[in-house]
């Protein structure tokens, strides 16, 4: 008897609707990313109440200039700036950033500042920073802190 | 004469074929440059300088002290960050405008005083608080000190 030959059907994944899903994923990262525009490495204090910061916000950042070192360790404290926008820059001493906080509540009196400090920072750097933000007109902070846990608590 | 009919010319077309690499490349573009939105804290609220920044006398106040081993008093005993919302609530049931009064040593770790601050926002949320309603805290800034011993001749923060 002569057995009739199968048909071999190739094999196929269709992939007509590649580029739609890779769009799709595009506009998706697009949408919900932003770019940060502080990259400083600092360990910020741990909080439980957080809200997400405002958009627009202004970064007031201090940071040990000796990298690695913090605490009463570190032998050097500074700060930087990035309105919002524009990635950070180092600013000199608090008197220069009083400068850049007085042209952007210029720009916009209600600009909310985020004041991002490293938790063992002395808190002379942060208090003089409230001064100069008070002095100056702003009102609306936010301290970048991270979420505190349970292993935080124990 | 008749002209013989001429082969009909191509269409015109993009090619596509490679649009698929050009998405996914951007894709990878945009996981590798770009973090999701992780920034949160605690909103908090600077008085402005036309407010009546007058320090509050702190024997009246809920007084805290940190210090610069990162620890903190509490109406001048020793205190954990548990300890602070059960005191707090049970002085603020009695008198619920009680002015509460964060005084953080200039080097005292930064920290602490977010973690007691922290706490103290959680009034807001406690049973019984009217969630409109803010809490009294202060927190007096060196200048503020400043201009107090300039005045009175001590730091009256410092009394406890």
Not at chain 1, 48 to 64: D, F, L, M, P, T
Not at chain 1, 79 to 85: F, R
Not at chain 1, 116 to 132: I, L, N, R, S
Not at chain 2, 41 to 69: C, R, S, Y
Request: hydrophobic share 40%.
């Amino acid at each position: 008897m002569k057995r009739i030959a199968r048909k071999q059907i190739a094999g196929n994944v269709p992939t007509a609707s590649m580029a739609d899903i890779a769009f799709l994923l595009i506009i998706f990262f697009m949408v919900t990313t932003k770019f940060d525009v502080d990259k400083t490495k600092v360990e910020m204090p741990k909080a439980e109440n957080r809200s997400e910061v405002a958009k627009g916000s202004a970064y007031v950042v201090i940071h040990c200039l000796d990298p690695g070192m913090t605490g009463p360790d570190c032998p050097e404290y500074g700060y930087k700036w990035s309105d919002g926008e524009m990635s950070s820059i180092p600013v000199g001493s608090l008197t220069d950033m009083e400068s850049y906080v007085a042209v952007q509540l210029g720009k916009d009196s209600t600009t909310p500042f985020i004041i991002k400090a490293d938790g063992d920072t002395p808190y002379q750097y942060v208090d003089d920073t409230f001064d100069m933000l008070r002095r100056v007109g702003a009102s609306d902070l936010t301290l970048l802190s991270d979420q505190l846990t349970v292993d935080d608590i124990q | 004469m008749q002209l013989r009919k001429r082969g009909e010319a191509p269409e015109a077309e993009i090619s596509s074929a490679s649009m698929a690499d050009i998405a996914f490349l951007l894709i990878i573009f945009f996981m590798v440059t770009a973090v999701f939105s992780a920034t949160k804290g605690l909103d908090f609220k600077l008085p402005k300088d036309e407010d009546n920044n007058q320090p509050q006398d702190q024997e009246e106040a809920i007084f805290f002290k940190v210090i610069e081993n990162g620890t903190f008093t509490m109406d001048g005993k020793l205190a954990d960050p548990d300890d602070i919302l059960p005191y707090v609530m049970e002085k603020l049931e009695r008198w619920p405008d009680k002015p509460i009064i964060i005084y953080s040593r200039r080097q005292a770790p930064y920290k602490t005083m977010v973690r007691i601050y922290d706490k103290l926002v959680m009034i807001k949320k406690t049973e019984g608080w009217d969630p409109r309603k803010d809490p009294n805290i202060s927190i007096p800034t060196f200048s503020e000190i400043q201009e107090y011993i300039a005045a009175f001749g001590y730091n009256p923060f410092e009394q406890q």
